[in-house]
């Protein structure tokens, strides 16, 4: 069984600090790598990809991935209120085409004004 | 990416009936998907749709139940059939878009079986 394990939370932060969130998966096979936002009621939305070791930045978002340690997680600089919904760590599925995508359960975040 | 839309956003339903869920996407996709997300939970793949040819079901999903069609590379279908209150869920369509193919979420439709 391919797994992709996140905490729950929820992770309260308060506005303006950094929002750390983890996720390890068990597929050592896996390629690439996702985090997606969903607000409540809402489908989920990109927010960032990374497919090699090391970390990428696109604007307050930073992914890391370690895939030694099968780690990756997603660093939120300056967070704010409207950066409060749940995040969802996908990871690719070895074997079946590097396209089918196995998610977490999705840490809920709460940014306090 | 890929703007995908859905049809209907939700619906209420009667147990023993089926309901079509339609997908677009704006632009030709290889490959699309099918969702379940429960209240709570996060999301299980149903199946992927292939055009020309049937669906590829993950376990504990069978055709008979969640039929689906994939007539050309821009629209799929997904039927719930003999529904049941345990089908009450999100179901969300996905596609393959993008030169790194990633994944892309249409906005979900909200069943709920009474």
């Known amino acids: 069984q391919k797994e992709v394990e996140q905490n729950s939370g929820p992770l309260s932060v308060p506005e303006g600090a950094i929002a750390s969130l983890n996720c390890t998966y068990s597929d050592r096979g896996s390629q690439s790598f996702f985090w997606y936002r969903q607000y409540s009621g809402k489908s989920p939305e990109l927010i960032m990809s990374i497919y090699s070791n090391g970390d990428k930045e696109d604007g307050r978002f930073t992914a890391q991935l370690n895939k030694a340690s099968q780690y990756v997680s997603l660093l939120i600089r300056d967070s704010q209120p409207s950066d409060s919904a749940t995040y969802l760590c996908a990871v690719t599925v070895s074997g079946a085409g590097s396209y089918q995508l196995t998610f977490g359960k999705g840490t809920k975040l709460s940014v306090i004004p | 990416s890929a703007v995908i839309s859905q049809k209907p956003s939700r619906d209420i339903c009667q147990r023993g009936t089926s309901l079509t869920i339609q997908c677009q996407v704006d632009s030709q996709v290889t490959m699309m998907f099918w969702y379940r997300q429960q209240p709570g939970q996060s999301l299980t793949l149903i199946a992927t749709?292939?055009?020309?040819?049937?669906?590829?079901?993950e376990s504990g999903f069978v055709i008979d139940k969640f039929p689906i069609s994939r007539p050309n590379l821009t629209f799929s279908t997904l039927t719930v059939s003999n529904m049941s209150p345990e089908d009450s869920s999100i179901y969300l369509c996905s596609a393959l878009a993008g030169a790194r193919e990633t994944q892309y979420f249409g906005p979900g439709t909200r069943l709920l079986v009474l």
């Open positions: 749709a292939n055009q020309g040819s049937e669906a590829t079901y």
